[in-house]
């Protein structure tokens, strides 16, 4: 139902409630004034009854005397003594005989206020009349007239003021159903405007509303609706971006609310707080249960009072991880808390201090060898030419290592350079695994190994030849040189993607203690350093594996193989 059938309803029915009570009342009221009226003229018989009585004896022969004074002939007297028995009624020849009158209603009436009236059949005639009863000290007289057609039209109210009362009720509702309407119409206008924005649907902003108080609010109102709105567009494009950039970044950000509730948190940020609450939570919440955060949770609740925007930062090491924890705390006590895993810089140092370290001791171990074997044959000019040949070809050997050596720490700087000094192309992986299997052809024979592979000749990607070729070949080398003999090598594709091939290099061999997985890709990082030495490995080949697994946008982790052996998992991305 619209508003201005609501307000027309409501006006309809509280007219039509006065109007009606006011009718009601002006009708009974007039209706009462004409049976005054008529009650005074019966008084006034009963009264004249009354008087003739007080100057006669009250006798049947006296009582019927009275009658003719009246000039009603149709006007019906009934005379009774104080406890209600009739002695007189001029409408029964043998008044004795009738009933007790105590129980009438108008005796009733009379009784309790000196005089009654009542409209009624009588029991006695079976006609309606009009009864008066007046009590006197002695007895009580009552008059009556004939209920008819003329005793009805004197008592009737004059139909003019019902009629009158219609027409204004009319001229009202026809006034009110204008003025509702009208009030109404731009509140509609403005029901139709919020329901539209309410939907999303699209807006009419140039509504046009009446000239009134009522209308200037209105277009007030729009005005503002469209400020508003523009400016809720800015904020979404703002918040969108915001959120956007959470998402995607590599920091872990988590958003509270005062009472420590989440408001909003990225998955690197629910990540990190189930690690350091040794817990995989759905929610952040039991970070502020993490005994090393304790003093963020201090900082937190200390600042509730001040009210004033701080920060607290500070690093936690766990399991061989490095975190760097920040909070700031704002003014409206909300609080943000950002936690950045900086094992990896850590690792970056410890590690460049290792890496030069191992450089250095790589180095000088093959030139100090070099120098010991030419020192002796300089020292000694008269040394056995087979032990001159001896030293030089061991010289020689130390100098091959040192040349592999240098070889690697170059690839692993080109790899560091990445795309800066590397060419990319469309690469068969079948064709250079096939490669790499004919140039250790002889090594996998003389250690009695097995290699079987699922590649096909439409593997390919768009990378570089000679970096592919390094994957497989230090893979398998490190195979050669640590699994031990009559191995089998098993080299997959197991699963592509629209973006990635998917693969295993797994073997069946000695396989390497948990402890060592997670630094096998370090760099110079050997799991048994004399025996590498002695093998001629330099400690790179794995690093530079994992340098060009990470070049061409894959990833890669080691695990042990079910039942012994050492399995790589590692991905390359197509193009």
């Known amino acids: 139902m619209r508003l201005y059938h609501k307000l027309f309803l409501y006006f309809f029915l509280l007219i039509l409630f006065l109007m009606a009570s006011i009718t009601f009342v002006q009708y009974k009221r007039e209706q009462n004034m004409h049976a005054v009226q008529l009650d005074a003229q019966l008084q006034k018989y009963n009264s004249l009854v ?39 009624d001029s409408s029964v020849t043998e008044s004795e005989k009738l009933e007790n009158h105590s129980s009438r209603p108008e005796f009733i009436i009379a009784r309790k206020k000196g005089s009654g ?76 405007f919020t329901e539209k924005a309410k939907n999303g649907e699209e807006l009419i902003t140039d509504v046009e509303f009446p000239k009134d108080e009522l209308g200037e609010i209105s277009s007030n109102m729009v005005m503002l609706y469209k400020q508003l709105a523009k400016t809720k567009d800015e904020v979404n494009n703002e918040r969108e971006k915001l959120i956007n950039h959470l998402y995607i970044s590599q920091e872990g950000l988590g958003i509270f609310s005062e009472d420590k509730k989440e408001v909003l948190t990225n998955q690197v940020f629910i990540q990190y707080a189930g690690f350091l609450s040794d817990k995989n939570e759905a929610t952040s919440d039991e970070i502020f249960n993490v005994p090393e955060l304790a003093e963020i949770n201090a900082f937190i609740d200390e600042n509730k009072i001040n009210r004033q925007m701080r920060r607290k930062e500070m690093t936690i090491e766990k399991d061989s991880r490095f975190f760097f924890v920040q909070c700031i705390v704002f003014q409206d006590n909300t609080f943000e808390i950002s936690i950045n895993d900086v094992t990896a810089q850590e690792h970056e140092n410890e590690l460049k201090r290792e890496i030069t370290q191992n450089v250095s001791h790589e180095l000088k171990t093959p030139v100090s060898t070099i120098m010991g074997y030419m020192e002796s044959i300089l020292d000694n000019p008269d040394l056995p030419k087979e032990r001159q040949a001896f030293f030089i070809e061991r010289s020689f050997q130390q100098a091959q290592r040192l040349s592999v050596l240098l070889q690697d720490i170059s690839t692993l700087n080109r790899l560091d350079e990445k795309e800066k000094v590397i060419d990319k192309e469309v690469c068969n992986l079948n064709y250079i695994l096939q490669e790499v299997l004919k140039d250790v ?43 031990g003999v009559n191995v089998q090598i098993d080299i997959n594709c197991y699963r ?64 042990n193989t079910p039942g012994g052996g050492l399995t790589f998992v590692f991905s390359l991305k197509k193009y």
């Open 50 to 88: 009354a008087n003739f009585l007080t100057e006669r004896e009250l006798h049947p022969d006296t009582l019927g005397q009275f009658v003719a004074l009246f000039p009603e002939t149709e006007l019906r007297v009934t005379i009774t003594d104080a406890q209600g028995n009739v002695l007189f």
């Open 117 to 192: 009236r009542a409209i009624r059949l009588s029991a006695t005639t079976g006609k309606d009349y009009f009864y008066y009863v007046t009590k006197f000290p002695d007895y009580y007289v009552r008059s009556a007239l004939p209920y008819n057609v003329e005793l009805r039209s004197l008592l009737k109210v004059n139909s003019f003021f019902f009629y009158f009362m219609v027409t204004i009720l009319i001229l009202a509702l026809l006034t009110f159903y204008l003025i509702t309407r009208n009030f109404t119409k731009t509140i509609d206008r403005m029901r139709i």
């Open 441 to 483: 052809a002889l090594e996998i024979e003389d250690k009695g190994y097995k290699v079987n592979h699922n590649f096909h000749n439409g593997l390919e990607i768009k990378g570089n030849h000679s970096h592919i070729y390094s994957i497989f070949r230090n893979l398998i080398d490190n195979a050669l040189a640590y699994a």
């Open 496 to 559: 592509e993607d629209d973006r990635f091939y998917y693969f295993t290099f797994s073997d069946n061999g000695v396989g390497v203690s948990e402890e060592h997985l997670n630094r096998l890709f370090e760099r110079f990082y050997r799991v048994d350093k004399g025996r590498s030495r002695k093998m001629g490995g330099t400690g790179l080949g794995l690093a530079i594996v994992k340098n060009s697994v990470i070049y061409h946008k894959g990833t890669i982790t080691a695990k």
